[in-house]
């Protein structure tokens, strides 16, 4: 049963960094294209970064380009975000996705993590 | 960037009634389209992908139809559980764009 549990939440000063985690287990991270998508307090979607299933791809939204790195750890079979440079916009609630293949069209989450809320604030 | 709009924000109907969102996008996507359901404090999950195939386990009742700019998300029979927000994601290309959601609730 595929499963997605994420950590590292949590309330930051603006300019502050945050790593946050997310755990998968019944699949393999690096068979599977893997996201970042947040949602501000009340608001829509937004996806933030792409990571592809050989690890060689990122990509990630203009409004974070520059301030935040997808990356994962086959080991653990983690997928992480680490953000910087954070600013009182980038509160949100954010979520790790797995793509359901790893074709390029296949740019579709079929299973989500509970998601870890950030929150910038002084 | 390929924009996604959604019509109606908000949508209220009885118990059987049958409920049409629909979403457009700023340039043809082809069938590039996936529907997901999401209720409150929890993460969205998948109903629909390629403008109409049903992901396993979703009730027959939903179904999406469309290709190119206008696409439908149907609800045949709408149930108390269906009370939720529905968002529209073009996954044609990146950046992978959601319209601004359709939020569904009870008379």
């Known amino acids: 049963q595929v499963q997605l549990v994420q950590s590292g939440g949590g309330v930051v000063q603006p300019g502050g960094s945050l790593r946050l985690s997310c755990v998968a287990s019944?699949?393999?991270?690096?068979?599977?294209?893997m996201d970042w998508v947040r949602q501000a307090p009340g608001k829509g979607l937004e996806w933030v970064a792409f990571l592809r299933y050989d690890g060689t791809t990122k990509y990630y939204a203009a409004s974070v380009q520059g301030r935040v790195t997808i990356s994962r750890d086959n080991v653990n079979n983690t997928l992480f975000l680490q953000m910087s440079s954070l600013r009182p916009e980038d509160t949100a609630t954010y979520f790790c996705a797995k793509r359901k293949g790893n074709t390029p069209m296949v740019a579709y989450f079929d299973s989500w993590g509970q998601g870890t809320l950030v929150s910038v604030s002084s | 960037d390929i924009q996604m709009t959604q019509s109606p924000s908000t949508l209220s109907a009885s118990v059987g009634d049958r409920v049409t969102i629909t979403c457009r996008a700023s340039?043809?996507?082809?069938?590039?389209l996936a529907w997901y359901q999401q209720k409150p404090g929890k993460a969205p999950t998948l109903l629909i992908s390629t403008a109409s195939s049903l992901e396993s386990g979703v009730p027959s009742r939903f179904s999406g139809s469309g290709s190119g700019t206008e696409f439908t998300l149907t609800i045949s029979s709408l149930q108390p559980d269906d009370c939720a927000t529905y968002y529209c994601?073009?996954?044609?290309?990146?950046?992978?764009?959601f319209g601004q959601g359709t939020k569904v609730d009870m008379k």
């Open positions: 019944g699949f393999t991270l690096s068979k599977y294209g």
């Open positions: 340039q043809s996507i082809s069938g590039w």
């Open positions: 994601q073009q996954h044609r290309d990146s950046p992978w764009t």
